[in-house]
């Protein structure tokens, strides 16, 4: 059925980058076979799963939608990709995205533009655009995308579908290619938030992989997800509903805490004095740690590499051939060549929004404004955190808006880098902060656009979010 549905809208949607339905159709069989002879299956035997197309996976290409790595294939399997496979789930495409997940439209993507399925002249937002698109247009039951500043929520709200970003450290990076290594969390979208808890479960642990992995066991969701919370208590902060949220996203999310509270839950406001902060703390840690992440991409070990390769080899040769008569002199003047190419495969490999953040985050960290811009961030992300420590003490989640409008038009901001920014708004502190927040659809505007409700809730609580949001879905 995913397989007939791709071929149906995807040229419309422009969910995937790539989608082989021969492979898809190979991995069911192989799992009806397994069935038939009565061997033990996986808890996603068979469901097929869409992957953003920044997961290694052995043998496919992972080109992150840069040109940079156009040609890339991945020698080895991402944890990701390796425990969906032990899951028994079918691999059914690599979904679009922002270029190196910077951006919130999918409209960075250099292969290809994702569109709504809901409005196809408006945005599905991003960076996992592709991923939210295909589960909205019923292409695939279940995505995984990452999150660094929104990228799961932001478009899971916009597309009307269930998005997680579960805490920091609780799905493994092994094998995903890093934006901001601080940030950057895996995680699952689906239509209902107990198929969000099944994927998380599929997922979630420890990897001794990843240095940064949470060593504890995770306990699975799936199996209470049911089971609404007794005494519950939502918090709500004032400051997410202050000017420049939309009458009716504000309208729909008050409505849904109006929910919880008749089905027993209290509310609780709760202040969050550094939350105004969350964007510029981000916009300087985001690209500081993407400019150090992307130096890799040097032309010389992977990736796209200048067509003056050829030249620049015999540059390399003659340098070595230098060196070794002695002639340092001659080898320095060589050295300038290979910084040109570079260079010049650096210009031509990455996009001119991954440009803007090697060049604000190489820029924040040099010499001289290190401590101006860089430290004072890491200190502003200290003290958000601390806002929700003690929030947390009052309450058991936070429930408030994802976005402060719903889906935009394909072009409407993507001419304004700040604009594009600021839509982050209430999705970048959880990342700032490390912990869980889901985004789940909490109703629709007159012109049919969904909107979405996010929750949030203290490291590690993924059990309670997951039963937080089924509960009021
Ligand atoms: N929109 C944010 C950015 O551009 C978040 C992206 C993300 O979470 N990958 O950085």
């Known amino acids: 059925a995913c397989v007939d549905r791709v071929a149906a809208v995807d040229d419309r949607v422009g969910a995937f980058l790539r989608f082989d339905a021969e492979k898809a159709l190979a991995q069911a069989a192989a799992c009806d076979a397994a069935r038939a002879e009565g061997k033990p299956l996986g808890p996603l035997a068979g469901v097929p799963v869409a992957v953003k197309d920044l997961f290694c996976q052995e043998g496919e290409i992972t080109t992150c939608a840069s040109k940079i790595l156009e040609n890339f294939r991945s020698p080895y399997d991402s944890t990701v990709v390796d425990r969906l496979k032990q899951a028994g789930a079918v691999l059914l495409g690599r979904t679009n995205m922002d270029e190196f997940a910077m951006g919130g ?7 290809q533009t994702s569109r709504n399925p809901w409005d196809l002249e408006r945005s599905p937002g991003g960076s996992s655009g592709g991923a939210a698109a295909c589960v909205a247009a019923l292409e695939a039951p279940l995505s995984v995308g990452t999150d660094t500043g929104g990228s799961i929520r932001q478009p899971a709200g916009l597309c009307g579908v269930v998005g997680m970003k579960p805490t920091y450290g609780r ?10 290594s601080s940030l950057d969390q895996a995680g699952p979208l689906a239509r209902t938030v107990e198929d969000t808890a099944l994927l998380y479960d599929a997922l979630a642990g420890h990897d001794p992989r990843d240095s940064t992995s949470n060593p504890s066991p995770a306990e699975p969701c799936a199996p209470t ?31 849904a805490i109006e929910t919880y509270r008749g089905l027993g839950a209290e509310t609780v406001e709760v202040d969050l004095p550094h939350a105004k902060y969350g964007v510029a703390t981000y916009y300087v840690i985001a690209p500081c740690e993407a400019s150090s992440n992307l130096s890799r991409y040097d032309g010389v070990h992977y990736g796209h590499r200048t067509d003056e390769a050829a030249m620049l080899a015999q540059l390399e040769a003659e340098r070595k051939a230098a060196l070794a ?26 996009g001119p929004e991954v440009k803007r953040r090697i060049m604000l985050g190489a820029y924040a960290l040099s010499a001289g404004y290190y401590d101006a811009y860089y430290l004072k961030a890491l200190k502003v992300r200290r003290l958000i955190r601390q806002d929700y420590d003690r929030a947390f ?32 708004l209430y999705t970048v502190s959880a990342n700032l902060a490390g912990l869980p927040a889901i985004s789940l659809p909490c109703g629709k505007s007159k012109a049919g656009l969904p ?7 203290p490291p590690l609580a993924e059990e309670k979010l997951l039963r937080g949001a089924r509960m009021y879905e």
């Open 105 to 111: 439209s999918t409209e960075n993507s250099a292969y």
């Open 325 to 350: 008569s002695g002639d340092a002199e001659a080898a320095d003047a060589i050295d300038t060549a290979l910084v040109r190419l570079y260079r010049q495969s650096r210009s031509e490999g990455f």
């Open 171 to 180: 799905v493994s990076r092994y094998g995903l290619v890093a934006f901001a």
């Open 451 to 457: 909107i979405g409700m996010q929750l949030m809730a």
């Open 225 to 255: 997800v049911n089971e609404p919370l007794k005494g519950l208590k939502v918090g709500v902060v004032p400051e997410h509903f202050a000017e420049g949220l939309d009458d009716e996203v504000r309208a729909a999310v008050e409505a």
């Open 393 to 424: 003490e009052k309450v058991d989640l936070i429930a408030g808006p994802v976005t402060a409008a719903p889906a935009f038009k394909l072009g409407e901001l993507s001419e304004d880098p700040l604009s594009m920014y600021l839509v982050d």
